[in-house]
């Protein structure tokens, strides 16, 4: 019994590494699989939706008296410019065609290529979302937790309300309001997002960034912070009533040890929770920049839907589902290394 327990100590680092990688690698493909259907899909609408819309880019190109008397080869040779010419079917392999080769074709309003647009906006939306996620879990689970210690409280029925009352409010109601408020009253944050009139270099451009980045960031904050309070206040209620705090608590640990052992556990489900929240991030993301003026890809697709610029649109949707797609992705195959409940040996699957 002592060697057996010696070996299984022995061995027990290398087991736990290799069983979770094969754990991984053995759900990986068959997910993989799963989310090329799912992006499959996602090129057939991105190609469809923006063309359902009523009007093409000629519109756009032309003011709407112009626009109206173009013939109809003269509308083709205008689209042929932007390589939206020909029938649909030919279009949809043009698209394929350019994305297996890096190229989302040029974009309609800005006249530049639609990778190169996106590029340069890219970083403004990351650092949005970005700042928005750390703070929405920093403050999600630290006051879902806060709540749970003291659930049926008034303190705790206060703060439920309050956070089911702010996620009921749209975004951009809370955009404008802020921007009613901050900017138009009080005149502590610029109202416009984009930095091209402040011709700000060096530090001046980081705090022009930095006071354009506030109120968004507080907004898309307040928009997805719900979901994670809710799980992590649910999630800790449901460790509070295990048998294992009742033991140490008789064991007699302080309070602050019993209460880290329960939060540890409760912060397992909470990893895929913040994976997925980058998606509504994302989605929210597009409404926020919009009421704001911000630079990033929301403010993007909301010019090339005024523009009816597909191939812009089309490269803005493929860069948001990707981004989707990759944080569930990454969240399936990390779960199992995060919660030792996973981990099942293969003699027992």
Known sequence: MIMRQAVIKHSLPHFCFRLPLNLMLRTSASTLLQYSVTLLAVLVLNFTLPRLAPGDPADYLFPPELAGTLTPEQREELMADFELDGTTWSQFRRYIGGLAQGDLLLSVRYRQPVLDVLLERLPWTLLLTGSSLLLTTTIG??????????????????????????????????????IL?????????????????SRATG?????????????????????????????????LISEINEDYLLMAEAKGLAERQIRRHAQRNALLPLSSIVLLNIGTLVGGATLIETVFSYPGLGFVIFQGVA??????????????ALAVIGSNFIGGLL??????????PASNA
């Open 141 to 178: 689970i630290g006051l879902g937790f806060w709540s749970a210690w003291r659930r049926g409280q008034i303190s705790d029925v206060s703060t439920l309300i309050t956070v089911l009352f702010i996620d009921a409010l749209p975004g951009f109601f809370v955009g404008m309001l802020f």
């Open 181 to 197: 408020l901050f900017s138009v009253k009080l005149g502590w944050f610029p109202i416009i997002g984009s930095l091209a009139a």
């Open 203 to 235: 530090v001046e451009f980081w705090i022009e960034a930095a006071k354009r980045l506030v109120m968004p960031v507080v907004t898309l904050t307040l928009a997805t912070l719900a979901p994670v309070y809710l799980s992590a206040r649910a999630a």
């Open 307 to 320: 523009a009816r610029d597909y191939p812009l649109l089309q490269g803005a949707f493929l860069f948001m």
């Open 335 to 344: 779960y199992p290394l995060l919660d030792p409940r996973l981990r099942t």
